[in-house]
């Protein structure tokens, strides 16, 4: 029986999937070293070495707004994925890889040759919006218009599908990782406060918010002082995330409204129904369905498991390859 797995490379996160379970979800970074370029290190491991390196020691993402910026390390990250969640299996995957709906064929062309140098016996692709939209239990394949919206890390996918296919769809280059930037630029522009990647991704998840709350979330942050160098600590609350992320916010709002602009009459009226659908890791700030469906006026659901959809979109089309080929990249 032939292996089958699917694989959402993420840009903060790679997920691995077989049929409906997640047998690997690790950080995307990879740790090398300076001194002869081998990989010391990836996933969480790696994570764990963000910011933390030495001179001789690098920890790096190879994958950029959802596309691979750096081929063979993305390689190398892949491969340990690969055999790690096969638990070194002898037999050669099937895998099915998602990709963001706006990759050029260049870009196609180096995702495949990735998973095919990474050992798999066979590789499809799927647009992330498909994915997610499979992942979160949406029938694709019926004539009825579904809005899909997948807040990763480097990227938010807007896709109008139906009939197993994207009739409409938009990428906007803002989503989980520009929120992260754009607290640490808030706390140095307010309290000349220096955060690095992990710590503003931290204050994110433990306050982060889209709409007010009747209480407001209040913690301590802990960074450098950018005009004494020294440690310093401030308290913030979750308005002052909300202020700092409000812009990067809007421009996923205006994206919707974007895709629903282009968007047939009949498969309008249908998501006007329907409803649109949150995944990814950006579905999970607090209050953000709100604050979507405030200024759009249309139901806003999150999707059960947002954070995996994409994966298990891709697992369950992994599991299902021959029935499901219509719906993969040049297939």
Sequence with gaps: MPLEIGIDIGTSNTIICSKDNVILDEPSVVAISELDGTVVA????????????HKNLCAITPVKEGVIANFDTTTSMLKAFVKKATKNSFLRPVVVMAIPACVTEV????????????GAKKVYLIEEPMAAAIG??????????SMIVDI?????????????????????KVAGNRFDEDIIAYMKRKYNLSLGAITAEEVKVQIGSACPMKDELRMEVHGRDSVSGLPKNVSVDSSEIREAISESLEMIIDGIKAVLEKTPPELAADIYETGIVLSGGGATLRGLGMLINKNIDIPVYIAEEPMHC?????????????????????E
Excluded: H, Q, W, Y
């Design 42 to 53: 990836v996933g969480s491991e790696a994570k764990e070495m963000l910011g933390r390196t």
């Design 107 to 118: 870009e196609k062309r180096a995702i495949k040759e990735a998973g095919m140098s990474a």
């Design 136 to 145: 979160a239990g949406i029938e694709v394949s019926r004539p009825v218009g």
């Design 152 to 172: 990763g890390g480097g990227v938010t996918e807007i896709a109008v599908i139906s009939l197993g296919g994207i009739v409409v769809s938009d990428s906007v």
């Design 310 to 330: 994409v994966a298990l979109g891709t697992g369950r089309a992994a599991s299902n390859a021959k029935e499901m080929k219509n719906i993969f990249l040049g």
